[in-house]
Every structure is written in C-alpha cells, then in structure tokens.
C-alpha cells in the first residue's frame, strides 16, 4: 500500500522555524493536509493544500508542496512552547478520495 | 458540548472479554470513521461509514467489527480482545465537500480518543 513518510522528532528553541517534512507516494493524490494533535486530545485539521499549489501561507504556517518529488513541508515561523505537538501528514487518494492516508506522524518539541 | 465524544475515555480489559467502543457527533455528518493510533505506527482506518446503511473495511479491519445506529453514532466492537489491540483509539467525522477540480475536500474532525489496554 501507499506509505506516506515523516521523520518521528524534531526539537527547536522558542523563538526558531520549525520545518517539518513529509514525502508521499501517489502522484494522484490532490488534497494534502496537515493535522495536529496535542498531548491527550484527538487530531485537529491545521493546514492544507490543493495539488495544483505549490504553496500557501496561513499566518505563522507556510506549507510547501513539490509535486515532482513528492515532497510537502510544513514551515512554523516564531516556534511557540504551545506549538509543541504531534504533526501528522495526510493525503487523499483515489479511487474517490474518500479517506485520508496519514503519516506516522513528527513530534514537536519546543523548549524555551 | 464536544462535537465528537467517545466512550469510555478509558478502558482496562482482558484477554478474550468483549468490547463496546461509542461513538457519537452532534456536527450532522454523515460519513464516520475509527482509527486506532500506536505510538511510532501513527494513525491506521480500522473501519468506515459514509452513511447509516454504508460500512467499509480500512486498513486492520480483523479483529473489529463495527455498527452504525443512526447518522449520529458509530459503535467498534472488538469481539474477544487480545494484548495488541492495546492502543489508543479515534473516532472522526467528515462531510462530503467538493473542492478544486471536483475532487473531494476530506477535513475530518476528531474524538478526545479511547484509551484501551488489554491485559
């Protein structure tokens, strides 16, 4: 089956970008989303980005997509203590685009 | 109130007992979704529903059987639970959303979890 990639960890000081990195195995995938979840509480829909964008910008959130290298990343500019979480990675895939392929998902971790 | 709840929050069991896991959402969505999180293993579709009469199978479906009530509850049994079906487990739910290019907008909304250990 389709295996969408993330490294597991990631450790920033408040203050720095966080970039975190995800590749994907479906050229057909159109919808590609970033999900987070907080300590003890289920996941929550944060960003995402049609196939045909190569970036958008949310704020403090800058994701970027390479289609030819299947590559996604999620940019957080001035990393917050309460930025610290678990990033998931997610794509929709064919046939209908029904369900969502996560990651295994970036831990965040934040220090002052 | 929460849009999504589960019940219980958590849940200690053993080998071979039969497990109920519910699912309810006030959001009026019609497709539901169980997923089981591990830690390193990330988040696996254990079952899906895109209405009361509709019931799919996802990734690591053995094991599970599900049940859809109503438009606004979605049931996990596990029948006879075993050691690795420990693990944390989500509820969700979404609507159907064309986007882009006709192509569907899948935001999902999820539960607090069910935290199950079987011993």
């Known amino acids: 089956g389709e295996d969408v990639e993330q490294s597991l960890f990631l450790s920033v000081r408040e203050g720095d970008s966080s970039v975190i990195n995800c590749t994907y195995t479906?050229?057909?995938?159109?919808?590609l989303y970033w999900y987070k979840q907080e300590p003890g509480a289920g996941l929550q829909l944060l960003t995402y980005?049609?196939?045909?964008?190569d970036m958008k910008q949310d704020q403090r959130l800058t994701v970027l997509l390479n289609k030819k290298d299947k590559h996604l990343s999620l940019r957080i500019a001035d990393t917050q203590t309460g930025d610290s979480a678990i990033y998931f990675c997610?794509?929709?895939?064919?046939?209908?685009?029904?369900?969502?392929?996560f990651g295994k998902g970036t831990m965040l971790l934040v220090s002052p | 109130d929460a849009d999504v709840t589960q019940t219980p929050r958590n849940r200690i069991t053993k080998t071979g007992k039969r497990i109920m896991l519910e699912c309810s959402q006030t959001?009026?969505?019609?497709?539901m979704y169980w997923y089981r999180q591990d830690p390193g293993l990330g988040l696996r579709l254990i079952y899906y529903?895109?209405?009361?009469?509709?019931?799919n199978k996802g990734e690591i479906s053995d094991g599970y059987s599900v049940s859809r009530q109503a438009q606004a509850k979605f049931s996990l049994s596990l029948e006879s639970a075993i050691p690795n079906q420990t693990a944390l487990y989500f509820c969700?739910?979404?609507?159907?959303?064309?986007?882009?290019?006709?192509?569907?907008?899948?935001?999902?909304?999820f539960g607090p979890g069910t935290r199950l250990t079987v011993l």
């Open positions: 479906d050229s057909s995938s159109t919808y």
């Open positions: 980005i049609f196939s045909n964008m």
């Open positions: 529903s895109f209405d009361v009469k509709d019931i």
């Open positions: 959001k009026g969505h019609d497709r």
């Open positions: 969700a739910t979404s609507d159907f959303t064309f986007g882009t290019s006709g192509s569907s907008y899948n935001e999902q909304f």
């Open positions: 997610a794509e929709t895939l064919p046939p209908g685009y029904s369900t969502l392929t």
